[in-house]
C-alpha cells in the first residue's frame, strides 16, 4: 500500500516568516495530494489540492509544489500569521487495484512565534 | 445542506460493549470513508465504501463492520470494544474520483 513520510513533526517560525513543509509518497499510481489544516478538537479543513498532472498551485499565501519523479510534494506558506498556528497534515490519494483512499502523514506542528 | 453529519459525537464505552457510529451526508456523494485518529498520528483508513451497498478494508480494520445499505448513510460498528478502540473517527464523502472529500467533525470514543 501507499506510505506518506512527512518532516519535520514540529516547525516553529517567526510571525511573517515563510514555513516549508515536505512530504514522499511512495506508490507512483497515486494521483491526489490535499494538505489539511487541523486545529484542537476540529477536523481537518482542506487548505490547499494538487493533481498528478500539474506541478505547482497557489492560493494567496499558500503554495504547492510537486515532483512525481522523486514523489515529493511540499506545502510552502509564507508571511506567517499567529492563525497559522495548527498542525498540518499532507496525504497521498490512491486507486486502483481494489484499493481507494487517502493515507495521511503523521503531520507537523506549525508553531507561529510572534 | 449539511454536509457530513456523525453522530454521537462523545461516546465512552465499556470493554466488551458494542455501538455503531452513524455517518450520513446530504450531497448524494458515492464514496464514504471511516478513518480513526490516534494522538499524534495522522487519519489512518478503517474502512470504505464506493456506493451503495459496497464496503471494502482499508489499512486498520480489524474489530470493525461497516454497511451501506442507503447511498447517504455508512455506518460503523463495534461489536466488542477494546480500549485500543480509543480514538476520534472521522467520516468522509466524496462525489468521486475527480472530486475532494468532504470530512465530517468527528466522534470522540473512549473505551475504559
Known amino acids: 500500500g501507499e506510505n506518506v513520510e512527512q518532516h519535520p513533526s514540529t516547525l516553529s517560525v517567526q510571525e511573517g516568516d515563510s514555513a516549508v513543509i515536505k512530504c514522499t509518497y511512495s506508490d507512483s499510481a497515486s494521483n491526489y495530494f490535499p494538505w489539511y489544516k487541523q486545529e484542537l478538537g476540529k477536523r481537518p479543513q482542506l487548505i490547499i489540492d494538487?493533481?498528478?498532472?500539474?506541478g505547482e498551485k497557489k492560493d494567496q499565501r499558500i503554495a504547492v509544489t510537486l515532483n512525481k519523479t522523486a514523489k515529493h510534494f511540499s506545502l510552502h506558506i509564507t508571511e506567517t500569521q499567529p492563525e497559522d498556528s495548527a498542525v498540518y497534515f499532507c496525504?497521498?490519494?490512491?486507486?486502483?487495484?481494489?484499493?481507494?483512499?487517502?493515507?495521511f502523514g503523521k503531520g507537523t506542528h506549525l508553531i507561529i512565534q510572534p | 445542506n449539511a454536509g457530513v453529519t456523525q453522530t454521537p459525537k462523545f461516546r465512552v464505552l465499556k470493554t466488551g460493549q458494542s455501538m455503531t457510529l452513524l455517518c450520513a451526508q446530504d450531497m448524494n456523494h458515492e464514496y464514504m470513508y471511516w478513518y480513526r485518529q490516534d494522538p499524534g498520528m495522522g487519519l489512518r483508513l478503517i474502512h470504505y465504501s464506493v456506493g451503495e451497498g459496497t464496503t471494502a478494508k482499508g489499512e486498520v480494520p480489524d474489530g470493525y463492520n461497516v454497511s451501506r445499505l442507503k447511498k447517504q448513510n455508512f455506518l460503523l460498528g463495534l461489536e466488542s470494544a477494546a480500549p485500543s478502540q480509543t480514538s476520534v473517527y472521522f467520516c468522509a464523502s466524496r462525489q468521486g474520483i475527480n472530486y475532494g472529500y468532504t470530512f465530517g467533525s468527528g466522534t470522540r470514543l473512549t473505551v475504559v
Open positions: 496525504a497521498a490519494h490512491y486507486s486502483g487495484g481494489g484499493a481507494d483512499g487517502l493515507t
Open positions: 494538487i493533481r498528478s498532472n500539474v
